[in-house]
């Protein structure tokens, strides 16, 4: 299996600027990574994702980096603002006995404050 | 527009009285997947299905049951709910195609109450 863990429960930043959210994962045959964002009272929404043949990945205000010698990826928002506000989870895979199944940490909330 | 419809959005319902959730996905996805959301607990995954016909458990299944007689539909079915099954429930269904994993995409969650 997989287990996935981020380091903060908690995140608090001021609007404008950068927020960063990193997450642990324990298996080296996990190969693609995801970030979703979940807002109040909705569903987790797709934010970026990466494979493990990439370290770097960007997209609009975000990026997430991947480190696989330490099995550790991390999402950053530039210019963080108030609409960025929800619960962020990273998601890992297992090439091993689950394929197809994702597996996901507890989620960083992340409140950005004026 | 590419979709998982999760049916009701809320639902109090008595104890032992069998009910049902309905996902469907329009993204023709092989995978799909129901997860329940507790405080401090995160996204824990109860039942899993890879293509029609075939499904496993998840880390939560006791108390739950799914079927996949067609692509497009995964129902969630508690037999005889109890309190502790009181939770969010969130629908995903995902792409994986050649042995890579896509990401999932998830419905709008059904906030169950079991009295």
């Known amino acids: 299996g997989e287990s996935v863990g981020l380091h903060l429960p908690t995140l608090s930043v001021q609007e404008g600027d950068n927020s960063i959210i990193n997450c642990a994962y324990s298996?080296?045959?996990?190969?693609?990574f995801i970030w979703y964002k979940q807002e109040s009272g909705k569903g987790p929404q797709f934010i970026i994702d990466?494979?493990?043949?990439?370290d770097k990945r960007q997209g609009q205000r975000v990026t997430v980096l991947l480190n696989k010698t330490v099995k550790h990826l991390s999402l950053q928002i530039a210019a963080t603002q108030p609409g960025d506000s929800a619960v962020y989870f990273c998601?890992?895979?297992?090439?091993?006995?689950?394929?197809?199944?994702?597996?996901f940490g507890r989620g960083t909330q992340l409140t950005v404050w004026p | 527009e590419a979709q998982v419809t999760q049916n009701p959005r809320y639902l109090i319902t008595v104890t032992g009285k069998k009910l049902t959730v309905t996902c469907s996905q329009n993204?023709?996805?092989?995978?799909m997947s129901w997860y329940r959301q507790d405080p401090g607990l995160g996204l824990r995954q109860i039942y899993y299905?890879?293509?029609?016909?075939?499904?496993d458990k998840g880390d939560v299944p006791e108390g739950y049951k799914v079927s996949r007689k067609e692509k497009r539909n995964f129902p969630l079915i508690l037999e005889s709910p109890s309190p502790n099954q009181t939770s969010l429930y969130f629908c995903?269904?995902?792409?994986?195609?050649?042995?890579?994993?896509?990401?999932?995409?998830f419905g709008s969650g059904t906030r169950l109450t079991v009295v």
């Open positions: 990466i494979r493990s043949n990439m």
């Open positions: 299905s890879m293509n029609v016909e075939v499904t």
């Open positions: 995903a269904s995902g792409l994986f195609d050649r042995g890579k994993n896509y990401g999932y995409t």
């Open positions: 298996n080296s045959a996990s190969d693609y």
């Open positions: 998601a890992a895979n297992d090439r091993g006995s689950t394929l197809g199944r994702l597996y």
């Open positions: 993204m023709n996805h092989e995978y």
